[in-house]
């Protein structure tokens, strides 16, 4: 039985007359860097090649799984072969009984609202553009670097950027360009959109989290048994894109969590996933929409993170969709987590820092009990200096950092996060020159724009 979670209608936030959020570029509205990945192969009902094992200490809070890992998923049971990813409608997952790390709802405040095109003080365009895309040479490659992406180029003894530099390949193939780093994989396309993907389930790896992957096809399969007897279930593809995230439960009832299937087929080009729409109407104050951590309390910071949308959602989008278009992600507040900030050239988050995470640690957790299907995604960004891809690399790994912090020391889910870096895209302070202020992540809920409801 598949199910699809929903989110409980609710009223949306009362408004003052309104405004352009600046043409659609809110501050936290990220745009795109991304690729159009190809399409993921259906899961072959093939003989697994075997299923591994990967053992780790279970996050804060959370009992390591008892039960060892089957060398062969058996039908309806928990083992990684159970059932294909749930499909459905939505359907409201009240999920009582799951314990404080079940999923809830999805949400990232977005980084921050940017200036109207022509406005004084607008930063330059986007030098990635917003049209043209990856084609499908760029597909065929990205796949033909899926080793470097949580696997053979591991992050091990890379934990500052000139590691991460000295140890990058570049290549050509096709109709873009390959760059190859630990723990990530850079495309720039001819028309000079770079953008940047990882293994979805990596982050998982590196918590400690007890997971078991069994490759079927083009597909893999990695499932972390939950303490509570739940299972979280990630597909994702040969590039390490992620197909379909869910959570299956002690019944066999099986509830999606991320649905990132794309419609158009294998053959869709990455600006067919940058979806442009009207500026949102901005009826609540500025100060409330993109919402400075450093300034809010926990009460604001909730309300942040659980408001319905600021304008209609027309349907529901894939996370690639939501990933790449800065027009879709400005329907939804967010917060700026500005309490946070990196020295440059670094992702690493210093222990005084971490603990200023508690209180949006606490929201979110308030928000994933009311709705364990909840999808919040975490930004990365830098400031001006440096290059693209270095920016690019260096803001995909805060991102990346704060989720981890979030799951490991404050009991968050780690499969209600989602991580995505933006390099410098979108500046809080315009400049091109050292900023800490720029050096920083932004937290977005985007549940609604996954299940196309425009309701709490």
């Known amino acids: 039985m598949s199910r699809q979670p929903g989110q409980a209608p609710s009223q949306p936030a009362p408004g003052q007359p309104a405004t352009a959020p600046n043409a659609g570029r809110a501050p936290g509205a990220l745009s795109q860097p991304g690729t159009a990945p190809s399409q993921p192969a259906p899961a072959q009902p093939q003989q697994p090649s075997g299923l591994s094992r990967q053992p780790g200490q279970t996050a804060p809070g959370q009992a390591a799984p008892t039960q060892p890992a089957p060398t062969q998923p058996a039908p309806g049971q928990g083992a990684l072969g159970a ?12 999920n009582a009984g799951r314990a404080p790390g079940a999923p809830s709802q999805p949400g990232v405040a977005p980084g921050q609202v940017q200036p109207q095109p022509g406005a004084p003080g607008q930063p330059a365009p986007d030098r990635q553009g917003r049209r043209g895309g990856i084609g499908l040479g760029g597909a065929a490659a990205i796949g033909l670097g899926a080793a470097a992406i949580g696997g053979i180029m591991a992050t091990q003894g890379a934990n500052r950027l000139d590691d991460i530099r000295s140890r990058r390949q570049e290549t050509r193939e096709g109709d873009v360009t390959i760059i190859r780093e630990p723990g990530r994989t850079i495309i ?6 770079v953008i940047i993907r990882r293994d979805e389930t990596q982050r998982f790896r590196d918590l400690g989290l007890d997971t078991r992957s069994e490759r079927r096809g083009e597909e893999t399969v990695t499932v972390y048994d939950r303490p509570d007897g739940t299972q979280i279930v990630t597909v994702t593809d040969a590039e390490g894109r992620l197909i379909r995230r869910s959570r299956r439960e002690r019944d066999g009832g099986e509830f999606v969590i991320i649905d990132n299937v794309r419609r158009d087929g294998p053959q869709a080009r990455f600006a067919e996933e940058v979806v442009e729409l009207p500026p949102p109407p901005l009826r609540i104050p500025r100060e409330r929409y993109i919402v400075d951590a450093e300034r809010a309390d926990e009460r604001l910071i909730y309300e942040t993170i659980t408001a319905p949308p600021v304008a209609p959602v027309p349907r529901r989008y894939t996370l690639d969709e939501v990933r790449y278009s800065p027009d879709l992600r400005a329907h939804m ?5 500005d309490t946070i900030n990196f020295d440059s ?35 990365g960004h830098t400031d001006a200096v440096g290059s693209d891809v270095d920016n690019l690399s260096l803001s995909d790994r805060r991102a990346q950092s704060v989720a981890e912090i979030l799951t490991r020391d404050f009991g968050i889910p780690a499969e209600n996060l989602t991580t995505q870096g933006y390099g410098e895209q979108y500046l809080k302070i315009q400049t091109q020159g050292d900023s800490r202020e720029n050096r920083r992540v932004t937290l977005r809920r985007i549940t609604p724009l996954l299940t196309g409801q425009n309701q709490q």
């Open 83 to 94: 059932g294909q990813p749930a499909t459905g409608q939505p359907a409201p997952a009240p």
């Open 345 to 379: 050239g670094s992702w690493t988050v210093t222990p005084d820092q971490a603990g200023r995470l508690r209180v949006i640690a606490d929201a979110v957790r308030q928000a994933v009990e009311r709705a364990p299907n909840e999808v919040f995604l975490v930004e």
């Open 333 to 337: 507040r967010s917060v700026d987590i």
């Open 188 to 193: 720039r396309g001819d028309d000079d959109r």
